[in-house]
């Protein structure tokens, strides 16, 4: 299908969509009009396929290259993640590559308390020497799981391969217990699988979806929202729960406005409606769940009557709705989420919204879930590694978070601080943080210092120099995804392909892949037996060529798709589910095991006092979060957050549009300034920003002080029993003007 620019403005919504369409940067960005326009001065003499790292979903790019600079970056159209499409943020990858504020040398801390931003500039070997020894140190004095990695990109898997050779199994990301881990851990113990990422969601071919909490066309998950472009011209109903009247309700038949935390309310009582109407899919549940009935008692007494009093949707509509979303199974998608870190019952809800899919039968469905594929790869052969990784207690010894697969962020900031609680054998000493900033993207800023402020060793490895750089004794400069191989990319989708990431130009500067830095290291701890490649490009080509595989057409074209294969049952998919049961479980005998509710039910949460407002966050077609708010290109369309409050209260509190406010929360943390956006499009109980703005740093010179970062706010927690996840939805603030109004104003 061919979107139009119109289709386009649309489903952006009437803000971006509008900005992009007056800045001319729909033809360039997009592609989408009828007529192609020549554009003389970007096409390059060569065209490099590689794949993204502006965001997690690693869509495959063309770059065009003219004199050894990269001019545009396209989608590559044989790549089934992008289409020949990319996303706003996509397509301004040359702003970081070329970003004049890039880390550019090693530098090593030289005096002073961590934060106090001094440095030298230094020499790879001298920093390579320093980050190795103290490595040694730490492992000889207290053992190799003092050591954690933090990572959010794709070449942080060279940095997992070399701590687990050094012997430690502490591997995190916030992005599990700050975002997903919810989600995971609720469709697992329900499916027997993640819902996984990119997530497995045929929205392209749903009769009705549904949204809760979830920006489709706001977060710009780039085949989500082609797909979902695609649903929409085909006559697709869709339903968005959400206290924000976001892009994506813009495009709904039904926006349900709901108080925030009360989702799982809403859930229980469209589940009570389904039931009791007899509306679900009868052969799938009797084929393939196991405790429908003690759901079906108990849901009885969760009634849209019920439910209103809690979520202040009326019955009418929440019967209607139930109804509709029914009515159009199996093609009926009620959306997992993305960012489901909420309330501190987020797995439960997660179950509630696995289970709604389970009794619609769209697990494994056209229009559903699909259950993906995915082309085998042999490993490359490296030495087993010497020992068992070993992982520090990364939860109280009080507390378990049963069902947590992956270690937790926060959990190792806890295990970092003594006193804290007692982390077998004493607290982590070392941290390797590898492009993420830790400094906004966990929770609680005070408690994360103080753990840093006991380490023995922070490395810092990223692109540009973010908060946590600030704090680190050693920052290491690595090259862009546009100038560096990393491992060739197998994900599991509905189209089985592999996908490769190659430099496109040489690394700027000293900076350097992360390959090459995880490699120097292990050479310099006697390791370099793990990492026996002399170049990258030979390891993803041994892996390709023992695959069965064609190299050189993979580095021509960037991708590799391998012969389909049945991912519905429409396409003949016989289902199977690993679970204990092998079948889809509504009652989990998991949960109850561990003495948890085996079935989801509702909780009440604290509701903000006279004055306050609930917190929330979110984000903007053009950025990632703080992960581009550097880069100049995207920032000619959003530059900076805005605080958008409810007019009603506005004019109440005679606040104007536009004027710089301040919001301080219930713990007395101020914020920086931001711009008020007035408008109807949110409840009067919560106000919203974009997440990633109100940096710090004075190395990022063009982001530094622009808007408010709403993580300062963040000092409140409610931390999820089922995944040990950090729901951050639970702060309230109050909203004053940055600057007193002029006498007689």
């Known amino acids: ?200 969601l045929d929205i392209g071919n749903s009769r009705c979806l549904t ?178 990784p070993k992982t520090t207690q990364d939860h109280p010894d009080d507390v378990v978070y049963p069902f947590a697969d992956e270690v937790l962020s926060h959990g190792i900031c806890d295990a970092t601080t003594p006193g804290r609680f007692a982390a077998k054998g004493g607290p982590v000493k070392g941290w390797i943080v590898y492009g993420t900033n830790l400094l906004q993207s966990l929770p609680q800023r005070p408690r994360v210092i103080e753990s840093i402020q006991n380490l023995d060793l922070l490395v810092a490895i990223d692109v540009l120099p973010a908060e946590i750089t600030g704090y680190a004794d050693v920052v290491l400069p690595e090259a862009t995804y546009l100038e560096r191989w990393d491992d060739v990319g197998s994900t599991p989708w509905s189209e089985p392909f592999l996908s490769i990431r190659q430099p496109v130009v040489p690394p700027l500067y000293e900076s350097k892949p992360g390959w090459w830095i995880a490699k120097e290291l292990a050479k310099r701890m006697d390791l370099g037996r793990y990492f026996p490649w002399n170049d990258p490009e030979g390891m993803v080509r041994e892996r390709v060529q023992k695959g069965g595989y064609d190299f050189a057409l993979l580095k021509r074209t960037g991708v590799l798709k391998g012969k389909p294969v049945p991912v519905t049952t429409e396409d003949g998919l016989e289902l199977s589910f690993k679970t204990p049961s092998k079948k889809i479980e509504i009652y989990s005998k998991q949960m109850a095991d561990a003495g948890l509710p085996p079935l989801p039910d509702y909780t009440r949460h604290p509701q903000p006092a006279d004055g306050q407002f609930r917190l929330l966050f979110g984000r903007t077609p053009t950025h990632t979060f703080g992960r581009t708010t550097n880069n100049r290109f995207l920032s000619e369309v959003y530059s900076e ?23 301080v929360n219930q713990d007395g943390v101020r914020s920086m300034s931001a711009g008020l956006k007035i408008t109807q499009r949110i409840r009067p109980d919560c106000v919203f920003v974009v997440h990633g703005y109100g940096h710090t740093s004075p190395g990022l010179k063009f982001a530094v002080g622009r808007g408010l970062d709403d993580t300062t706010l963040v000092t409140k927690v409610a931390v999820d029993p089922v995944a040990g996840s950090t729901g951050m939805s639970v702060n309230f603030v109050t909203v004053e003007r940055a600057v007193a109004p002029a006498p007689g104003a």
């Not at 957050?641 to 109440?652: D, F, H, P, T």
Request: hydrophobic share 35%; proline share 6%; aromatic share 10%.
């Open 211 to 388: 949204l809760m909490g979830s920006h489709l066309g706001e977060n710009m998950h780039n085949t989500q929202v082609q797909d979902f472009a695609r649903a929409i011209a085909k006559g697709a109903t869709v339903i968005v729960v959400d206290p924000r009247f976001s892009t994506a309700a813009g495009k709904a038949r039904y926006w349900l406005p709901i108080k925030p935390g009360t989702d799982l309310a809403l859930l229980l009582a469209w589940m009570h409606v389904i039931v009791a109407e007899g509306l679900y899919d009868r052969e799938y549940v009797e084929k393939y769940t196991t405790g429908f009935d003690e759901l079906k008692k108990h849901v009885e007494g969760r009634t849209p009557e019920w439910a209103f009093t809690e979520t202040g949707i009326d019955p009418e509509t929440i019967v209607e709705t139930a109804r509709i979303i029914a009515g159009a199974r199996p093609a009926s998608l009620v959306h997992p989420g993305r960012h489901t870190t909420w309330y501190g019952d987020d797995t439960q809800r997660s179950r509630a919204v696995a289970i709604l899919n389970a009794l619609l039968g769209s697990w494994g469905r056209r229009g559903g879930f699909f259950v993906p594929a995915s082309m085998p790869l042999p490993k490359y052969p490296v030495p087993d590694y010497p020992e068992t």
């Open 641 to 663: 957050n805005q605080v958008w409050l409810n007019a009603k209260i506005a004019r109440e509190r005679g606040l104007a549009d536009g004027e710089r406010v301040v919001l």
């Open 1 to 200: 299908m061919t979107t139009t620019r119109r289709q386009f403005i649309q489903i952006s919504g009437a803000g971006f969509g509008a900005a992009v369409a007056g800045s001319g940067l729909v033809t360039k960005w997009w592609g989408l009009d009828a007529d192609v326009i020549h554009d003389p001065g970007t096409d390059g003499d060569t065209v490099v396929p590689t794949f993204c790292e502006l965001c997690f979903w690693k869509c495959g790019v063309l770059a065009h290259v003219r004199n050894g600079r990269v001019t545009k970056i396209v989608g590559n159209p044989e790549h089934p993640l992008s289409k020949g499409r990319l996303c706003p943020r996509g397509t301004g990858g040359t702003g970081l590559l070329y970003d004049p504020d890039r880390l550019k040398t090693p530098l090593l801390r030289t005096t002073g308390k961590r934060g106090d931003q001094a440095f030298e500039e230094v020499s790879w070997e001298k920093a390579l020497d320093f980050t190795a020894e103290k490595l040694l140190k730490i492992k000889k004095e207290y053992g190799p799981d003092k050591v954690a990695l933090f990572s959010h990109g794709n070449g942080g898997s060279f940095f997992k391969h070399l701590l687990f050779a050094y012997g430690s199994g502490n591997v995190t990301a916030p992005s599990y217990g700050q975002c997903r881990g919810p989600r995971e851990v609720g469709f697992q113990l329900t499916f027997g699988s993640p819902v996984g990422s990119p997530e497995v």
